[in-house]
């Protein structure tokens, strides 16, 4: 059974770039710090053409109810980009696609569905067969020439655009990208609807999808039974309800308008095994008599504690770590695979800045540890009948493209994280080899972090978003604090 069993989830986890070295045999290599490779090149579109993949059956299913975890916090399109490596010719690639694509769609039904706003900003999910919008593009250049995954706008060139100008019951729930390079390699790129799965819903999707391009059946079929999550009649819940109270916005010693306008940047830090592991058993020193702090826990307390050092806070700052909790397995029963939906929350842990840098790192694990245990069965039975009870909805959605304005969640002091340790992310083939590496989508608020595993298993990649005059400090502790 693997360490990190806490179910940490996908809400943000897919709104970030993992940036670093792009050509493959570099990401072994990669140097401590994720030094940026030098861009010079120009990128032109050969040919491009879009249009509508629909399911093969066709008839409509009715309206879908969504849950209290679908309507709240973010309602924007969340992208991830699948790289593959030049294997062969590329002729019939978008024909195969396109096909397990209108296939996969039947029992995906919702996903070729829309949106539709009712009364107190619900949505409902029309499932209409209004189809999925497809990209294929050719680019005059090879894959190599990208020269590494670090955010640069030329990779704005793989991903969907949404058109978040139009009403929400005209946009795609789903869209994809398919960008073919010269070399014979190329790009998939997804945007999917927080409103309809989180990241463990879409990574479902993509892996059925790619199972049909490659000819087999339906591995895990997807149910979309929302009362899997619902709570038991309010009165049984009298007494135990928790009052709801929205995270507080911790403000440094500039205002919160401030913060934000500053530049941020992304870049990616890796850590060996051995690395990890020192990290580990320096948390859990003295050991433990309850479960050792995860690989998760640690790094993160690790992360968390440097870039407070980097912020160069007083010690009476309060800081917040917010951890995006999957709470499938919260549920008792644990709610079975297939479920395709949002199965997720934020929860904040909380320190003074002093505490966190001058105690020792199993600290700074505790109060993530303590953070995460506070998702139960009742913790998540109770925030949804507190939604229920909420006349107006919008005050708990965010329907910004590129994240939240209002500084509630991310930005100095505080951070965030967010684990696809658990995730299997490099197993995916359409029929043209394995993925070879997985960027999940643009984004620049300051103060976010996904992990995820090295493609080869030897070691963690941690991918952040920080203010650019705070990124070496942050290097510096990143490495120098390592036990």
Known sequence: MREDKTELGGHHAYSLWFGGRCRWEALEGLKEGGDRAPRNMKMEIMSKTTFMVKPLDQESKGYLPLSEWDQTSDITHASAIYFFKPSRDLDGLIESLTDSLSRVLVPFYPVAGRLRWTEGSRLLLECNSAGVEFTAAKLNCGLDQLGDFTPCPEYEWLVPEVDYSKPIWELPLFLVKVVMFKCGGFTLTYSMSHAIGDGQSAMHFVSEWARMARGEPLKIPPYFDRDVLASPASTSLKGRLVEFVPPPVLLGRTDGVEEQENETMSFMMKLTKSQVDRLKNNANQPPRNGRP???????????????????????????????????????????????????????????????????PLGYAASRIRMAIDKVTREHVWSLAEYFRQQPDWSLFQDLHPSGSEDGLFYGNPNFGGTSWLTLPMYGEDFGWGKVAFIAPGIHDYDGDSVMFEMPDGSGIIASLVLQVRHVDDFRKYFYEDIP
Not at 307 to 325: G, L, N
Request: proline residues 6%; hydrophobic residues 35%.
């Open 293 to 359: 702090y995860s690989r998760y826990e640690c790094v993160a307390g690790h992360m968390w504690r440097c870039v407070t050092k980097a912020r160069k806070h007083e010690p009476d700052q309060q800081t917040s770590f917010f951890v995006c909790v999957d709470f499938r397995n919260k549920m008792i029963p644990p709610v079975r695979p297939g479920y395709f939906g949002n199965a997720v929350l934020d929860v904040a842990a909380t320190s003074y800045s002093g505490d966190l840098v001058s105690k």
